[in-house]
């Protein structure tokens, strides 16, 4: 987790809580620093408290405990229409009774900014989402994803340095989203400005963001790049809910610097990285994502161990094969492969070899 201080970060929270009724924390001790530029997920299941963080941010709810600072200055107790956040939200929160135009001149005049000003700032926001024809329409007469382009035009009209969007995409149809993904990064990198974005979608999180936070409980359980974070997860929750995982029970009998030694509960023994276990004894949940398992092939000889496993589904999904394995007594145990000419379609109750490497394999917390 990154730790905050006085002098780093666009946006720092330091030591914050959040508490709705004085005894449940929503918010635990966070500490967390944004830098400038920086596109930032927050990502976590409902409830994880992620929301209830960028809403003290935008100041639309207040802190328990703890300093929130944008650009070196405090502002928990400044009002939300003076902290210069642009703001996107899941329902467009667009004006009905008002115009494209009307919609994403309010902001401005609102800073008393001129007339002719104004009429330039919003022709330039509406280019910058490709919808320049549409200023004289109003909300109703667009589409789902137009709104939301109005939307984020709306919230970059000010030329604010920071923006915070909760859930923007999750009315949008699928293949509408994936573009808008690509569309809002785009454009955030363009402009420079800081993004704080919240959404539970795993895939959103992962390609769009210099950074993600995931949150459970009130806490971060691991901050880095989306890279990171899918192959080196810190714990089991992390593993879990980042991407397909596949979890194999078991004890720790013995560690020797980066590799430890597992028995599996139904005796079988592997090679691991120990990453959140600490004594021989320990319970643990191993961990291997599912792309990096092998079967039936030259690379098998080059895994610490191979376990026998039994084929229970397989399915076709155009580009990769997905197989379902009993192995170890988890009968959810997942083989991603990709389809090409040399790979072997696996039949149910086929037995197989699976094997992997031991760098891919991580013990965790049980």
């Not at 700032?121 to 109005?150: E, H, Y």
């Not at 191979?306 to 589904?313: D, I, K, P, R």
Request: hydrophobic share 40%; aromatic share 6%.
């Amino acid at each position: 987790m990154t730790k905050a201080n006085a002098n780093d970060g666009f946006v720092v929270f330091d030591h914050v809580q959040k508490s709705y009724d004085g005894e449940i924390l929503v918010v635990k001790d966070l500490n967390l620093s944004v830098a400038k530029g920086e596109f930032l997920t927050m990502l976590g299941p409902s409830g994880s408290g992620k929301t209830t963080v960028l809403m003290m941010l935008a100041g639309f709810e207040v802190a328990t405990h703890g300093d929130i600072r944008l650009n070196g200055q405090p502002i928990n107790n400044i009002p939300p229409h003076k902290r210069g956040i642009g703001m996107v939200f899941q329902n467009y929160a667009l004006f009905p009774h008002m115009t494209v135009g009307e919609n994403l001149s309010f902001p401005l005049e609102v800073r008393n900014m001129g007339k002719s000003d104004r009429e330039a700032k919003v022709k330039r926001a509406l280019d910058m989402v490709q919808m320049g024809d549409f200023l004289n329409r109003r909300p109703a007469q667009l589409s789902g994803g137009q709104q939301q382009r109005i939307a984020l035009s709306r919230a970059l009209v000010f030329e604010p340095e920071l923006v915070l969007m909760d859930e923007p995409l999750g009315a949008l149809d699928k293949q509408l989203r994936e573009h808008m993904q690509f569309e809002i990064t785009n454009l955030a990198h363009q402009l420079g400005i800081t993004v704080v974005y919240v959404t539970h979608d795993q895939t959103e999180a992962l390609t769009m963001s210099d950074n993600v936070a995931v949150f459970d409980d009130g806490i971060i359980q691991q901050l880095a790049p989306p890279d990171l974070l899918y192959e080196e997860p810190m714990n089991s929750f992390v593993a879990q809910f980042i991407g397909e995982n596949n979890t194999l029970r078991g004890v720790v009998k013995e560690i020797k610097g980066d590799t430890c030694l597992v028995e599996l509960d139904d005796g079988e023994l592997i090679d691991a990285k120990p990453v959140n276990v600490t004594a021989v004894g320990d319970r643990t949940q191993v961990s291997i994502r599912p792309e990096r398992v092998e079967y039936n092939k030259e690379r098998l000889h080059d895994s610490a161990h191979t376990l026998n496993a039994e084929v229970l589904e397989f399915v076709y999904m155009g580009d990769i094969f997905r197989t379902r394995l009993r192995v170890a007594g988890n009968e959810d145990f997942i083989i991603k492969t990709r389809n090409a000419p040399d790979v072997e379609r696996l039949k149910p109750g086929q037995k197989i070899k699976i094997g992997w490497l031991p760098s891919d394999c991580r013990a965790l917390d049980a």
